[in-house]
C-alpha cells in the first residue's frame, strides 16, 4: 500500500494521517490484509473473519499511514474466486480532525481462477506479474493501482504515477497508475504460502477453523504478497 502526495491543498502536513479503510469484502471466502512487523508481529489492516462495523467507522478494518508512506502488506483468501475489496480512503489533517474524502475504489483478485474472464466481462486490464500498490493519491484523489510500466494488459495507455513526494519521485518515474476500478488483480494457484502457526495469526483461524473442521490434515495456505 502507499500514499503519494503531500495533499498541501487539502490542509495535510507531515504529521496528517491518512486511514485506508476497507468498508466491505464480497468473494467465496473469507479475507485479510496484514503487515508483519519487525518482531513477526501481524498487524492488521483488515480481516473479514470479524465483520465489518460501520456503525464503528471500522476501527479494526482501517490502515492507518502518513503522506509518502509505503508499506508492503501480506493478503489471505481462504477459498478460490472472485473477490472484491471495497476500500475508503479519508485525511485527518491533525489528530482529530473531521476526516476529509479523497477517494473510494474496489480491488477485484482473481484468486485461483483466470483473471481474464473478470476483465472481458467488466473491461477492466489484468494485472498478473511485476511490482503493484494500492495507493492512496492525495493530488488526483483517487484510490489508485500503481503498476510498473507495462504490467497491466492490454493496448490502453496508463498514465505516468502524478503527485509522488520528495521520496516517492524516482519510484514515480517508473510507474503507472490507474483507476482502481479498471484493474483486476491475478492471485495464481502458485502463489500459495503456509501461514505462519503462532496465536498472533488466529485471526486466519477464526476465518477457517470450519473448513478445517470439515477436512482434518489440510495444511493452512494463503495466497501471496500484493503491496
Given at each position: 500500500?502507499r500514499?503519494?502526495?503531500?495533499?498541501?491543498?487539502?490542509?495535510?502536513t507531515?504529521?496528517?494521517?491518512?486511514?485506508?479503510?476497507?468498508?466491505?469484502?464480497?468473494?467465496?471466502?473469507?479475507?485479510?490484509?496484514?503487515?508483519?512487523?519487525?518482531?513477526?508481529?501481524?498487524?492488521?489492516?483488515?480481516?473479514t473473519?470479524?465483520?465489518?462495523?460501520?456503525?464503528?467507522?471500522?476501527?479494526?478494518?482501517?490502515?492507518?499511514?502518513?503522506?509518502?508512506?509505503?508499506?508492503?502488506?501480506?493478503?489471505?483468501?481462504?477459498?478460490?474466486?472472485?473477490?472484491?475489496?471495497?476500500?475508503?480512503?479519508?485525511?485527518?489533517?491533525?489528530?482529530?480532525?473531521?476526516?476529509?474524502g479523497v477517494?473510494?475504489?474496489t480491488?477485484?483478485?482473481?484468486?485461483?481462477?483466470?483473471?481474464?474472464?473478470?476483465?472481458?466481462?467488466e473491461?477492466?486490464?489484468?494485472?498478473?506479474?511485476?511490482?503493484?500498490?494500492?495507493?492512496?493519491n492525495l493530488?488526483?484523489?483517487?484510490v489508485?493501482?500503481?503498476?510498473?510500466?507495462?504490467?497491466?494488459?492490454?493496448d490502453?495507455a496508463?498514465?505516468?504515477?502524478?503527485?509522488a513526494?520528495?521520496?516517492?519521485?524516482?519510484?514515480?518515474?517508473?510507474?503507472?497508475?490507474?483507476?482502481?476500478?479498471?484493474?483486476?488483480?491475478?492471485?495464481?494457484t502458485?502463489?500459495?504460502?503456509?501461514?505462519?502457526g503462532?496465536?498472533?495469526?488466529?485471526?486466519?483461524?477464526?476465518?477457517w477453523r470450519e473448513?478445517?473442521?470439515?477436512?482434518?490434515?489440510r495444511?493452512?495456505?494463503?495466497?501471496?504478497?500484493?503491496?
Open positions: 500500500m500514499v503519494w502526495g503531500d495533499g498541501a491543498d487539502m490542509g495535510a507531515r504529521a496528517s494521517q491518512i486511514d485506508l479503510t476497507t468498508t466491505g469484502v464480497d468473494g467465496p471466502g473469507q479475507a485479510a490484509a496484514y503487515l508483519t512487523t519487525s518482531f513477526g508481529q501481524p498487524e492488521i489492516a483488515f480481516a473473519s470479524d465483520g465489518f462495523n460501520a456503525a464503528g467507522g471500522y476501527d479494526t478494518d482501517t490502515a492507518q499511514l502518513p503522506a509518502d508512506a509505503h508499506q508492503h502488506m501480506s493478503w489471505a483468501f481462504t477459498q478460490p474466486g472472485v473477490y472484491r475489496v471495497h476500500f475508503r480512503a479519508n485525511l485527518r489533517t491533525t489528530p482529530g480532525a473531521t476526516p476529509v477517494g473510494e475504489g480491488a477485484v483478485f482473481a484468486v485461483g481462477t483466470p483473471p481474464e474472464d473478470v476483465a472481458a466481462v473491461g477492466r486490464r489484468v494485472l498478473s506479474a511485476g511490482h503493484a500498490d494500492i495507493t492512496v493530488t488526483t484523489k483517487r489508485e493501482l500503481a503498476s510498473d510500466a507495462g504490467a497491466l494488459s492490454g490502453e496508463s498514465a505516468p504515477c502524478v503527485g513526494g520528495t521520496t516517492g519521485a524516482a519510484v514515480a518515474s517508473t510507474m503507472e497508475c490507474t483507476d482502481l476500478d479498471q484493474v483486476v488483480i491475478e492471485v495464481p502458485r502463489a500459495l504460502t503456509t501461514i505462519p503462532e496465536a498472533s495469526f488466529r485471526f486466519h483461524w477464526r476465518a473448513r478445517l473442521h470439515a477436512a482434518p490434515g495444511p493452512r495456505q494463503a495466497c501471496p504478497r500484493r503491496h
